[in-house]
Each structure stands twice: as structure tokens, then as C-alpha cells.
């Protein structure tokens, strides 16, 4: 018993003198500099930093620095860098590297691009970059179509986040319902970990579906994950300020990759049987549930799962897809699609276009998109 004791007090003491070694080997840090700075004041990137002077440096505040920093869509993307520096002291010098865009566009090429491609679709988007130097991004929008709507959303840092508050007034016309009405929303998100952001929020609904008067609040919570796996989990709770009863939302995504070959599963669920139509999934299209080879379907519950094979050619990303799996209402037996597409990288990110065939149904559906399906939204 006494060497049992003995051997492991040894133990301790070798663990304790190995973490006592690493941590010696972190520097201190002794300075911080941000340059690059004409109108953001140096104040707001010090609060996105998850460091501070008399810290050790960890490698992974470099990733977790720039990812808050994105986050704020306040700086160009190009000239991001966090740079650490030895000092003669033994403790090191960080330095992060920023350039705050013009007020009307981040890229002019990106601004050319972005207008004509959303004129085309029937939409005009406006962004006003930190107007002033106040901290402030606003962001105007409208369309027109099917689906017409005017908005506008206000994004600022506050600590080491970002709080965003919007609105809009929408006339929609689905192939389901006809939604009129006015939705408010606020939300924050932060980086809590390098590898994990946290967002929580609430959306006010008021308006007409189908006619009939409503009134939701839609308080969320959302948790995403960006190391071993992609992955996202998103919840709402669906509080009607009428007669209905209260109904319930989750939905969730985790993606693989193993070189070319790229996986996908996806599921959700809205329990509550009086939840309005305006609340459930859709399946079908390029989208959050795409069945590429079909078109729209509205779904109460779903388990889908996407494969794609990407070779990279350049600028060119020639693809093979399948998407499969099980929804209700109107897929229960199981769906399969199948295709090909083509991305193509440009300065805007990947434009895609998909053909794909359902060879149960016998149908083809042709969709363009923006960015990969497989990619959650971070």
C-alpha cells in the first residue's frame, strides 16, 4: 500500500512539472497593436480580441480573433492577419492587421456583382459600412416578385459580439400560404471558443397568413461547431399571442469531409400541431433541405443527407451529388435524387449551378445558387 501510495504521488509531481513546463513555454503577452484603423475606432477591435496584455498566447486566439473579427462584417477580408512577434524579454508582440472597407462597398468589384446578380433576381440589397465611424453597419433591402419585402438591419460590436437588430415588412406569396405582415428580430452572437459560437435571440411576427390575423414571438437559441465536425444546432419556441397553441422547432446539420468526398446529414422537427404553415421546412430546390431533383415541398419532420464528389479544377468545381432520405409530410417511403453541377469560384464566393433527376418520381429540377449546400452558415 505504501509504494502504491509513493508511485502515485510520483505521478502527480511528473504531471504537475510537465504542465508547469508547457505553460512556461507560452510567452507572455507584453503588447498588442492594431494597425490598418481609419474610422473604426482601435476601442471596438480590442473587445473582439479574446486576449489581453499579461496573457499567455495561445495559437488558437490567432483563428478565434479572426473569426470574431468577420463576424462584425466590418473589415475587408484580404487584409486580416494576426501576427505574433518574439520580444528580447521573452514574452512576445501581437499585432493585428485590419482595414476598415469605404462606406458603400467592401470590394468595387463585389459591389458591381453583387448589384447586378440581386437586380436580376428581382431584389436590391444596400450595405452603409460603419457610416461615421460609430460602429454601426446598415443594411437596406427590397424586392419585388413573389416575394416583395422592405427591410433594413442594424449591426454593431458590443463586447465580444455582435448584436444585430432588424426589420421588415413582407407580402409573400408560397406555393403553400400567403404571408403579409411585419417581422422584428434582434439576436447576439459570440465566439465562446474557437471552435464554438453561441447565438440567442427572439423574432416578433405580426401579420396575415392566409387571411387569418397572427401574432408570434419566436424566442431562439443557436450553437454551432466548427472542429471535428461542422456542425449546427438551431431551436425556437413558438409563443402565439392568440388561440393557437404554442409549438416547438428544431433543426440541425453536422458535415464530414474525407478528401473530394463531402457528407451531410441533416434533421428536424416542429411538434405542435397547430404550428401555422410560415413555421415548417421546406425540402426541395438548393436550400437549407435540398432535393434537387423535385421541387418545393412544405415538411413538418425530416432526416436528409447529402454526398457530394468535388474536383477542383482551377476556378472550376465540376460535382457529383446525392441527396436522400425521409420527410413528412409527403416522403415517407424515402426520396433519392441524384446530378451534377458545376461551381465556380468568384470574387462574391462559389456560384453554383445543380442539374438533378429523382428517378422515383421521374422528375428533373435545374437550380442556381449561391455557396455549397453542404456548408453551414459560418
Request: net charge negative; aromatic share 10%.
Amino acid at each position: 500500500m505504501k509504494k502504491l501510495l509513493i508511485g502515485l504521488i510520483c505521478i502527480l509531481c511528473l504531471g504537475t512539472a510537465f504542465m508547469t513546463v508547457q505553460a512556461a513555454e507560452e510567452p507572455i503577452i507584453e503588447e498588442i497593436i492594431i494597425l490598418g484603423l481609419t474610422r473604426t475606432s482601435e476601442q471596438m477591435v480590442q473587445q473582439q480580441l479574446p486576449f489581453a496584455v499579461g496573457d499567455r498566447w495561445h495559437e488558437e486566439y490567432r483563428a478565434w480573433t479572426l473569426q470574431r473579427l468577420r463576424m462584425t462584417d466590418k473589415f475587408s477580408p484580404a487584409p486580416l492577419r494576426v501576427i505574433t512577434d518574439p520580444l528580447p524579454t521573452g514574452g512576445v508582440r501581437v499585432t493585428v492587421r485590419v482595414s476598415d472597407p469605404a462606406v458603400w462597398y467592401k470590394d468595387p468589384i463585389e459591389l458591381v456583382a453583387s448589384s447586378g446578380i440581386s437586380l436580376i433576381f428581382g431584389q436590391v440589397n444596400l450595405p452603409l459600412y460603419n457610416p461615421g465611424g460609430l460602429g454601426q453597419n446598415f443594411y437596406l433591402s427590397g424586392s419585388w416578385g413573389s416575394y416583395q419585402h422592405l427591410g433594413l438591419r442594424i449591426t454593431r460590436p458590443v463586447g465580444p459580439g455582435v448584436l444585430t437588430l432588424r426589420g421588415r415588412h413582407i407580402d409573400y406569396q408560397s406555393p403553400f400560404y400567403h404571408e403579409q405582415g411585419l417581422k422584428l428580430a434582434g439576436d447576439y452572437k459570440s465566439w465562446l471558443h474557437p471552435n464554438w459560437r453561441l447565438e440567442a435571440g427572439t423574432e416578433f411576427w405580426r401579420g396575415a397568413l392566409d387571411g387569418g390575423d397572427m401574432q408570434i414571438l419566436f424566442p431562439q437559441l443557436a450553437a454551432y461547431s466548427n472542429d471535428p465536425l461542422r456542425g449546427e444546432v438551431k431551436m425556437g419556441l413558438g409563443i402565439p399571442l392568440g388561440d393557437i397553441s404554442p409549438f416547438f422547432r428544431v433543426h440541425s446539420q453536422v458535415m464530414g469531409e474525407y478528401g473530394p468526398l463531402i457528407g451531410l446529414l441533416r434533421g428536424g422537427t416542429v411538434i405542435g400541431d397547430e404550428a401555422p404553415l410560415n413555421y415548417l421546412f421546406h425540402t426541395g430546390h438548393f436550400g437549407l433541405l435540398p432535393l434537387r431533383g423535385q421541387g418545393l415541398e412544405l415538411t413538418r419532420d425530416y432526416l436528409l443527407t447529402t454526398v457530394e464528389l468535388h474536383w477542383q479544377q482551377g476556378q472550376l468545381i465540376p460535382i457529383l451529388f446525392l441527396d436522400g432520405g425521409f420527410y413528412r409530410p409527403g416522403g415517407e417511403g424515402g426520396v433519392i435524387n441524384i446530378g451534377a453541377g458545376l461551381g465556380v469560384e468568384t470574387p462574391m464566393g462559389v456560384i453554383r449551378l445543380d442539374l438533378g433527376w429523382n428517378p422515383l418520381r421521374g422528375t428533373t429540377a435545374f437550380n442556381f445558387g449561391f455557396g455549397h449546400s453542404f456548408q453551414p452558415p459560418f
